[in-house]
């Protein structure tokens, strides 16, 4: 499949993203290149192959309901680019 | 009690249309703290105060899950009769906004910890089943504060975090009354179960609606609106009434429903359309990666399903096979968990039935009426059971009791020191009594003569007599006996 | 001490704790270095004067117990450090200041060491060469004119430069292993879970995975020993005892079975590779291990797998990069979504906008099959391939690069011939593996070349001793001009 330059314009404006006008031809030329490249393992049949859902073969860990962090307003603040 | 009929319907010109509705409420669970970080849930807090590095995404913070979250889920689950799931996924869903701070919401899409359940409500016309769809685990986002600054935004992430279980029903309910008594009785199963405080001015309990219309004997869905993020049951059923109709006016005109997400406007009282975002619905859900699968263990499942508390609907019956309640009685008595705790306590030290006409009386009217809830009550179960003994045992009548109740009110005193202070004991010993009938017989052998000639009304002179001179505390139904048969005599 | 920089950490450590050198005339000595290499821009932040500092505090109460005790240790520029800006390679965190530390990093403190400097990367560790990062490229100590490798560039290029005794690196495809092996030094991507993820700016959460970069192979057990461990804030730690990898380090491999992979020879491989890989083979035969033939038959698809994946969840993870709460906050835009886009565009280099793009169109609807799920189903091929061999065989020896290092701009505009540079790597990420790449040998050009050795999930003690052994009998020694200074 190619990607055109509206479908890049769309994918950019879920990612907010803008995309600067005098580069979405390259930026098409480039996605499309990778594209080719991935579309590689349409080669497969993955028919009857689960899906991968986590790399650990373990279950998820999990802690304690105790309060144990927040109250720490100044530090949450501290980089922010505007604040009140 | 006579069954009445279903009849929430629209009547259009057309024909006769169904309304058909799901709800997908989002229930904050109770938990000390969040659902992936150790901040605190308390309501209220100073803006950005309950904020942990996690909660304002910051980069390389990772979430690690609350267990007692998972609990309370699969506990809600089994208190909705539901499947829990052994295995669950998080995915996020993503989307950007000023109080999504990680861009992201953590939630659960393909596999929700909770699967297909069940949740019972007594309507006027019998009860009726409702389906639920699913119960998963997420997120909550945090708040934008438009008001303070007409330039800016400010975001208070006090909430960014906090667990929610989004309970989806299926698309059961068919008039806005159902809906709230769906609403109802979720918030009651989850007051039991201790998941969820229920308290809508909190907003920790909220919903989506979905609503739908069809002509009556149609077997296919018409197009559905969701009305989004709907925080009291008043507010959900005018949204439901106002989307119906307008859901009916379009269709009676011959024109189309839009599937598409609506608000519903307090002020106006009307829904109306979101502005439409051509890519609002493309959340690209998929698993999380800083997290696994849950994998939960059938023993945990069966550990909380044993230590589950009694639940409504089994209380309902217990009620009225063990106190010989009616079903009305049994519902209001069950449809919070401390009135009926406080039933019971009063209930064991005293009359079953009276305890119930009782507390749903005089007691619900005066708490009604000083706005107190039953766990706040100013008159104790104990004393409560007290003054019920002494109507029953006759020890005071019902009028009297009127007034000690009131004292007790007042003063939180127990009953038969109010009682026996105010002399307020009913004289129901007959011999005392055929005494006193007697001195007053004597007393007025003129009128004994005229009652028995035939003036029967003066009766009512003799029983006003042995009262003024019990002082009130003569048992009126002995008295009347004692003085009938020795009139006759 | 003429040239306390030129030695190996093991050996620098035996001397301070010999106290034939201080920590302060160390420190000192490694500053003097930095100040002198500036071209090749290794390092996005210094801190001299704290690292004096901890310095003098060590040599007054020196504490020789620990695994890493007196040693400043720059470290890459995706570790989160406490009041010291972190930037990722980013302009959209150039201003960032964490007010926390990643738990690796934290970990090489609580072992005695100290900070030296943040390391220059690609930008949010996405690239091969160490060219995208917003502070400039890295250059390769090698030769001017060549790129260090990626994304850990200014780790690869300060250890072999000798501005740091050892270093730090990510590795979400190769990030570690490929700058390694450009740059003739050791590096190990440790087991998915075995190093905590806490504090490290993620690119690809279910890939990244921080290691060491030394100059030997015991440098990087010692290193190693000291960065991992359990940490209960990152839910994919793993929960096992910590190992003492230096302690156990020995060269006997007599009778392992090693296993070479026919599918990692390519196309157009230079013959050099063959070559090397044909003496790696030897060095562990001759040194009584059993070579076997297996074969990986999904290694192809590997790298097509490996850019769904890590793009899609770099998509996600970069999401929180909006302007709102920290960092780079753009000042055009009449509202909300105006300021996101232009904050993003402008805030975001070209490489990583692409793949954020590349992983937002991934996942949207109606392609999320196509794609993502698509490559989560080949990446579980990848990992049975290893499973299946892993059966039989106790490490896998691969050439750890398709090419020697490049020359700077030669790749920049074919993005598909820079990726094709982890071909060798990727493979282990997708399926969390741990794996070593050691210098072998020289190309024909004279620059470095590395082999790599895979190992089961957790087996780091064992492709370390292989590595040691082959290191012992390899007789490369990595022998750099200082024409910068």
Not at chain 1, 23 to 51: G, H
Not at chain 2, 376 to 397: D, M, T, Y
């Amino acid at each position: 499949m190619s990607l055109d330059k509206e479908k890049i314009k769309h994918v950019a404006k879920l990612a907010r993203i803008s995309v600067d006008e005098a580069k979405v031809d390259s930026l098409t030329k480039d996605l499309n290149s990778i594209f080719k490249f991935i579309e590689q393992l349409n080669e497969l049949n993955t028919d009857k192959v689960e899906p991968l859902t986590s790399i650990l073969n373990q279950s998820l860990r999990s802690r304690k309901d105790e309060i144990s962090d927040g109250k720490i307003r100044e530090k949450i603040l501290k980089n922010s680019p505007k604040k009140k | 009690m006579s069954k009445e009929k279903f009849d929430y319907f629209i009547n259009g010109e057309k024909g006769k249309y169904e309304v058909v509705i799901g709800l997908e409420v989002h229930a904050q669970v109770l938990s000390n703290s969040k659902l992936f970080s150790g901040s605190s849930t308390k309501f209220g807090a100073d803006p950005n105060k309950q904020v942990s590095l996690i909660d304002s995404a910051f980069p390389g913070m990772l979430p690690v899950i609350n267990e007692e979250c998972v609990k309370q889920a699969v506990r809600t689950g089994l208190g909705l009769n539901a499947k829990i799931n052994n295995y669950s996924v998080f995915d996020r869903k993503n989307y950007f906004y000023a109080d999504l701070p990680q861009g992201y919401q953590i939630s659960q899409y393909k596999n929700p910890i909770v699967g297909e359940g069940k949740v019972l409500l007594d309507m006027p016309y019998g009860s009726k089943e409702i389906g639920i769809e699913r119960l998963h685990l997420e997120q909550d986002a945090g708040k934008s504060i438009h008001d303070m600054d007409p330039s800016s935004t400010y975001v208070d992430l006090n909430r960014s975090g906090i667990a929610l279980m989004e309970i989806v029903s299926k698309p059961h309910l068919r008039s806005p009354d159902e809906v709230n008594a769906y609403i109802k009785k979720l918030r009651t199963i989850m007051r039991y179960l201790g998941t969820c405080d229920g308290n809508m001015q909190e907003g920790s309990l909220r919903a989506d609606v979905n609503v739908s219309v069809r002509k009556v004997g149609d077997k296919n869905f018409g197009t559905r609106c969701e009305i989004k993020n709907v925080n009291s049951i008043k507010f959900m059923q005018m949204a439901i009434e106002y989307e119906a109709n307008r859901q009916v006016e379009l269709l009676e005109d011959g024109k189309e429903i839009d599937q598409e997400t609506r608000l519903f406007d307090t002020k106006k009282n009307e829904t109306r359309s979101m502005r439409s975002k051509e890519d609002a619905h493309d959340y690209r859900y998929f698993p999380d990666p800083d997290l696994l699968p849950l994998r939960l263990e059938q023993k945990l499942i069966d550990d909380l399903k044993k230590s589950l508390p009694e639940l409504p609907d089994n209380k309902k019956e217990r009620f009225i096979q063990e106190y010989g309640l009616n079903s009305y009685e049994a519902n209001v008595l069950v449809s919070e968990k401390e009135i009926s705790d406080y039933y019971e306590e009063v209930a064991k030290l005293s009359d079953k039935k009276l305890a119930a006409t009782w507390i749903m009386g005089d007691l619900f009217a005066m708490l009604n009426d000083k706005g107190l809830n039953i766990s706040n009550s100013p008159i104790s179960a104990k004393n409560f059971a007290e003054l019920v003994q002494s109507i029953k045992s006759g020890e005071i009548s019902g009028r009297i009791a009127k007034e000690v109740f009131e004292i007790m009110v007042e003063s939180g005193d127990n009953p038969k020191k109010i009682i026996e202070s105010k002399g307020m004991k009913q004289q129901s010993d007959p011999k005392e009594l055929e005494k006193m009938i007697n001195e007053i017989l004597s007393k007025n052998k003129d009128k004994v003569d005229q009652y028995k000639a035939g003036k029967e009304k003066l009766f009512g002179f003799f029983v006003g007599q042995v009262m003024k001179l019990s002082g009130g505390n003569a048992n009126p139904q002995l008295t009347n006996e004692i003085l009938k048969k020795l009139l006759k005599g | 001490m003429s040239n306390i920089t030129n030695q190996s950490l093991s050996e620098i450590l035996e001397n301070i704790k010999s106290k034939k050198i201080s920590s302060l005339e160390l420190t000192q000595a490694y500053i003097k270095n930095i100040e002198n290499a500036k071209k090749l821009n290794a390092f996005v932040t210094t801190t001299f004067d704290q690292a004096l500092e901890n310095a003098k505090k060590f040599d007054n109460k020196p504490n020789n117990e620990q695994l890493l005790s007196g040693v400043p240790l720059a470290v890459k520029d995706l570790f989160c450090t406490e009041n010291i800006k972190t930037t990722a390679g980013s302009n959209i965190l150039n201003n960032f200041v964490p007010s926390y530390e990643s738990t690796v990093t934290k970990n090489l403190w609580n072992n005695g060491a100290f900070l030296l400097g943040k390391l220059n990367c690609d930008e949010f560790a996405m690239g091969s060469s160490n060219e995208t990062s917003f502070f400039g490229n890295v250059i390769n100590p090698i030769g001017d004119h060549l790129v260090p490798g990626g994304s850990s560039g200014g780790s690869s290029s300060a250890l072999a430069a000798d501005l740091t005794p050892a270093t730090i690196g990510t590795d979400t495809g190769g990030s570690i292993r490929q700058p390694a092996s450009f740059t003739g030094t050791v590096g190990l991507k440790p087991t998915y879970g075995l190093c905590s993820r806490w504090g490290i700016v993620a690119f690809a959460s279910s890939l990244d995975q921080a290691g060491p970069m030394t100059k030997t192979v015991n440098d990087c057990s010692i290193m190693l020993e000291a960065m991992s461990g359990f940490d209960e804030k990152d839910s994919t730690s793993i929960n096992k005892k910590k190992e003492t990898y230096s302690k156990n380090l020995k060269d006997n491999i007599k009778g392992l079975k090693i296993g070479i992979p026919k599918e990692y020879r390519v196309d157009n491989m230079p013959k050099e590779i063959d070559e090397l890989w044909e003496k790696g083979k030897k060095i562990l035969k001759d040194l009584g291990a059993q070579l076997i033939d297996i074969s990986l038959p999904h290694t192809k698809y590997a790298l097509p797998t490996y850019y769904i994946v890590a793009p899609a969840e770099a998509s996600s993870n970069l999401a929180r990069y909006d302007g709102v709460r920290y960092g780079y906050r753009s000042q055009k835009g009449k509202d909300l979504i105006e300021m996101y886009e232009n904050t993003r565009s402008e805030g975001f280099g070209d490489e990583v906008k692409r793949r954020i793009l590349i992983g937002t169109y991934v996942l949207s609807s109606g392609y999320y099959d196509a794609y993502y799920l698509k490559a989560q189903k080949v990446r579980q091929l990848i990992k049975k391939d290893f499973d299946d061999s892993f059966t039989k065989i106790d490490a896998i020896l691969t050439p750890s690069t398709p090419s020697s290092a490049f020359k700077i701009g030669e790749k920049t505009n074919d993005p598909v011939s820079m990726y094709l540079n982890d071909i060798f790597t990727v493979p282990v990420n997708l399926a969390g593996l741990p794996a070593l790449s050691l210098p072998a040998g020289l190309d024909k050009q004279g620059y470095p070349l590395g082999l790599q050795l895979i190992g089961k999930a957790l087996d780091e003690q064992k492709i370390l001793n292989i590595g040691y052994a082959f290191e012992k009998n390899c007789g490369y020694k990595n022998e750099i001009k200082k024409w910068w200074s």
